[in-house]
């Protein structure tokens, strides 16, 4: 079955700390993939995404992500991570269903930033 | 840009009631969707909509009804609210098949 994997429900950091995200698929094909950041009390907005080419794409704010088909992931990085990242990161995938596209999300990673 | 808006923010109901969300967007875009933010279960689709007067179920429809009369607004309607189905609901809009999706804030609803 298709799905998306967010296996840290919450990261914690200090300020100035480099990041990482872990989002893994599952398709048999190469996926959309996107990472989005949900601030308190807010909808979803978008970080970065991926259809195709140079597998490290580059967001807002200095996150990137890179896409690994070999490992089905799409892991989200930040060099230096600021108060302002604390969040819920969402990796969401678009796949390919019955001939329609289905964008599935992770559950969420909720990331703390200490200052 | 455009804006997608969604009314109310908060919305407090009975159990066993029937409710109705609003989301209105600007943006002419064709597809728009409801999903379903439960703490620690990411999103879920309940319905989305391609273009006016389509309506297409996601994973999540049961309990709801959607209504999609303009291509500028899409209402979902909570049938008979369950204690269990306290949630935020988030409206998106997009170009649909792999595009971006754009989200309005989100409709909190608690039920008593």
């Known amino acids: 079955a298709q799905s998306v994997t967010q296996p840290d429900a919450r990261v914690t950091v200090s300020e100035g700390a480099s990041l990482q995200l872990r989002c893994k698929y599952s398709?048999?094909?190469?996926?959309?993939l996107f990472w989005y950041v949900q601030y308190q009390r807010q909808g979803l907005q978008l970080l970065l995404k991926y259809y195709s080419g140079d597998p490290v794409v580059q967001g807002v704010n200095g996150f990137e992500a890179e896409f690994s088909k070999s490992d089905s992931s799409f892991h989200l990085r930040k060099a230096s991570v600021h108060w302002s990242d604390s969040a819920v990161y969402f990796c969401a995938a678009s796949m390919e269903s019955s001939g329609s596209w289905q964008l599935i999300f992770g559950s969420g990673t909720q990331l703390t930033v200490m200052p | 840009g455009g804006i997608i808006t969604q009314t109310p923010k908060f919305l407090i109901g009975q159990e066993g009631q029937k409710l109705t969300l609003k989301c209105q967007q600007n943006f002419n875009h064709d597809t728009m969707y409801w999903y379903r933010q439960d703490s620690g279960k990411g999103l879920r689709l309940i319905y989305y909509s391609i273009t006016e007067n389509d309506l297409q179920k996601g994973d999540l429809s049961e309990g709801y009804d959607a209504s999609r009369e303009k291509k500028s607004s899409f209402s979902l309607t909570v049938t008979s609210a369950q204690k269990n189905e306290m949630a935020v609901f988030l409206c998106a809009r997009g170009l649909g098949g792999a595009e971006t999706l754009y989200f309005g804030s989100g409709t909190r609803l608690t039920v008593l």
């Open positions: 398709y048999s094909g190469t996926p959309y």
